[in-house]
């Protein structure tokens, strides 16, 4: 029988009983190849499955679906119509009271015609009477102008008085533009045509009824054609 070669003598080195065993063990507890298994471990193609898309990747994360609005229901929709027809409702209410709360329009803002007529004669008439004059006649009438030097100015609206308790007395009061608030004009004489043109309540920056009246008597006091003079 021939020899079994030693191998120190041969030079080589024997396999120990692990390395003999080594690759049974090894092929053991290696994983299978024939199914494919997941794994934590990152790896540098594979994307993020937060940051894909569904389209790049189906492992990819899918936003939270939002839940459909939910419509309200018909009593609800028709508390809110009513609510709005209430509103729309109350706001001509809301109209009517604060036209209620203003003031109602003075008598000056009148159109000037009317004004005079209906306002300012009766209550000349009566402040002069209180005056101690009883013959007062007062006339409204839209003529040339009794001044020497404005015959040829248009005619103007005029307020007509005289009375003959002492002679003949006259006065006229211009309202040149058909308004309480324009420029007014005064004149007055006794048997004979006025002279001088005046200007009347010049200063004042509202005419109201009482001013007008007041003014007047003031300057036929001036005058001393009122109470004992």
């Not at 009983?17 to 092929?27: I, R």
């Not at 005419?207 to 036929?220: A, E, H, K, S």
Request: charge should be negative.
């Amino acid at each position: 029988m021939a020899d079994e070669t030693n191998h120190n003598q041969a030079g080589e080195v024997a396999p120990s009983t692990v390395d003999k065993q080594a690759p049974s063990v090894a092929e053991e507890h290696a994983p299978s190849t024939d199914s494919p298994e997941a794994t934590d471990l990152p790896t540098a193609n594979a994307p993020d499955p937060k940051a894909a898309t569904p389209e790049d990747n189906p492992n990819a994360a899918k936003p939270a679906a939002v839940p459909p609005k939910r419509e309200k229901p018909a009593a609800a929709k028709a508390a809110t119509a009513e609510k709005a027809t209430d509103a729309t409702a109350e706001k001509p209410a809301a109209a009517a009271k604060a036209a209620k709360k203003e003031k109602a329009p003075s008598v000056e803002d009148k159109p000037f015609v009317e004004f005079i007529e209906q306002d300012y004669l009766p209550a000349l008439q009566k402040a002069i009477a209180q005056q101690g004059v009883q013959d007062l006649q007062v006339s409204f009438a839209k003529q040339k102008v009794p001044i020497t030097g404005f015959e040829s100015a248009e005619e103007c609206w005029q307020i007509i008085g005289s009375w003959s308790e002492i002679g003949k007395r006259q006065f006229n009061l211009y309202f040149p533009e058909e308004d309480i608030q324009g420029k007014k004009g005064f004149s007055c004489n006794e048997g004979k045509n006025p002279s001088t043109l005046e200007s009347f309540l010049i200063d004042e920056r509202k005419i109201t009824l009482d001013l007008l009246v007041y003014g007047l008597v003031q300057r036929l006091g001036g005058q001393k054609w009122l109470g004992r003079n």
